[in-house]
């Protein structure tokens, strides 16, 4: 798939090109590019991407991905539009947009998934229990945490649920800004990314 406003296939679409909303979080380019390489995704892959805010992940899925299918979870019904028009924005046609709360409204959810994407939530240890129930083997889970409290509580969550061939990173990305006359390199918030393998 192509958009016109992103005609290649290199992923880490600039953030300037994203609809925004004020308060609502986004995966910098640069964390999005590591997030997406440990999704090990194929041409049709079925993802789901829970907590997905601004929608970032879904459209460079959806555009790296033509063939796949990707559901983008979000609670917020201001905010799942704001997924929308960002697909619409990029042309992306492969996304389906879920308004509920996880992990309740993933019970019932189809396709079934064979890699999921967890960005934060309030349940976040429930969230990942019933997203491994549903995710197919072999399948990953890839999810996000920006402090030590959720960092442990997923990675205490792989563990109970066996996940084989866990990773856990942390970025560190700085980008050179201009303030004033001068040219600084500014911290983009550092996060850690968890991800494992469910094989049976």
């Not at 049709?44 to 460079?60: K, N, R, Y």
């Not at 905010?79 to 992990?103: H, K, M, Y």
Request: negative net charge; hydrophobic residues 40%; proline residues 6%.
């Amino acid at each position: 798939m192509v958009s016109e406003l992103w005609p290649y296939q290199t992923p880490g679409i600039p953030d300037r090109l994203f609809e925004r909303l004020p308060g609502i979080p986004m995966s910098k380019r640069e964390v999005r590019v590591l997030l997406i390489s440990h999704l090990y995704l194929r041409p049709d892959a079925v993802l789901w991407d829970i907590g997905a805010g601004t929608g970032t992940i879904p459209v460079e899925v959806g555009l790296l991905c033509p063939k796949g299918k990707i559901m983008a979870i979000e609670r917020d019904e201001e905010v799942a539009g704001l997924i929308r028009r960002n697909c619409d924005r990029f042309g992306v046609t492969n996304v389906q947009v879920v308004e509920g709360s996880a992990p309740d409204c993933l019970t019932n959810l189809k396709p079934l998934p064979d890699c999921v994407f967890i960005e934060g939530g309030r349940s976040v240890k429930a969230i990942a229990q019933t997203a491994w129930a549903c995710l197919k083997a072999p399948g990953r889970i890839v999810a996000t945490a920006t402090d030590l409290t959720s960092l442990y509580a997923l990675s205490e969550t792989l563990a109970e649920l066996q996940a084989r061939n866990v990773e856990v990173i942390q970025s560190a990305v700085n980008r050179l800004e201009s303030r004033g006359n001068n040219q600084v390199f500014a911290a983009v918030d550092p996060i850690f990314i968890l991800s494992g393998e469910k094989l049976t």
